[in-house]
T-cell receptor, first 116, second 110 residues
């Protein structure tokens, strides 16, 4: 149990385009999901907390108009990188916190984004 | 500012030996502590969590927590080359948000 999927696992896009990444909890409900970004050889950086049915909470320094988050159901959150630029190239990872066990998070496999 | 500190390493350990990974945290009110393993290019994988002072064992892994010293550690017995990875310490705050350490890179030498 406690499986989180992400789609796509890899995406290459041209500068200026938008990219949508999906995060799904497959066998549990998650009112809260988290979006992280990780640059090579660096630790995880929390970008935002996604809450089902309400606006996401963004960490300081993260542009909410550039990184759009929609948590439309208890099993799905999406992150859209709008007008992507090469500096947005990174490893994006989501995690989901089960509603029944709030004191843990399960991670998706990550999405590697390369903006040319 | 809530902080979680880890030695970045790399920590090199011979195969079969005990690997000891350490983590300190600043928020004395923290209640839950987690160790994640991250292989290069992959997302973190939960190895263990601990809530109470003392030791918690799971197979070759032992988590140790000392709240008075604000210190949590992970011991890996009989280290295997497949244990080579970056180990991330995470501490959950009162809002159920994880505060992450930068990770310790562990290398198990055959």
């Amino acid at each position: 149990g406690a499986v989180v999927s992400q789609h796509p696992s890899w995406v290459i896009c041209k500068s200026g385009t938008s990219v949508k990444i999906e995060c799904r909890s497959l066998d549990f409900q998650a009112t809260t999901m988290f979006w992280y970004r990780q640059f090579p050889k660096q630790s995880l950086m929390l970008m935002a907390t996604s809450n089902e049915g309400s606006k996401a909470t963004y960490e300081q320094g993260v542009e909410k108009d550039k990184f759009l988050i929609n948590h439309a159901s208890l099993t799905l959150s999406t992150l859209t990188v709008t007008s992507a630029h090469p500096e947005d190239s990174s490893f994006y990872i989501c995690s989901a916190r089960p509603d029944r066990v709030q004191e843990t998070q399960y991670f998706g496999p990550g999405t590697r984004l390369l903006v040319l | 500012q809530k902080e979680v500190e880890q030695n970045s390493g790399p920590l090199s350990v011979p195969e079969g030996a005990i690997a000891s990974l350490n983590c300190t945290y600043s928020d004395r009110g923290s209640q839950s502590f987690f160790w994640y393993r991250q292989y290069s290019g992959k997302s973190p994988e939960l190895i263990m969590f601990i809530y109470s002072n003392g030791d918690k064992e799971d197979g070759r892994f032992t988590a140790q927590l000392n709240k008075a010293s604000q210190y949590v550690s992970l011991l890996i017995r009989d280290s295997q080359p497949s244990d080579s990875a970056t180990y991330l310490c995470a501490v959950m705050d009162s809002n159920y948000q994880l505060i992450w350490g930068a990770g310790t890179k562990l290398i198990i030498k055959p």
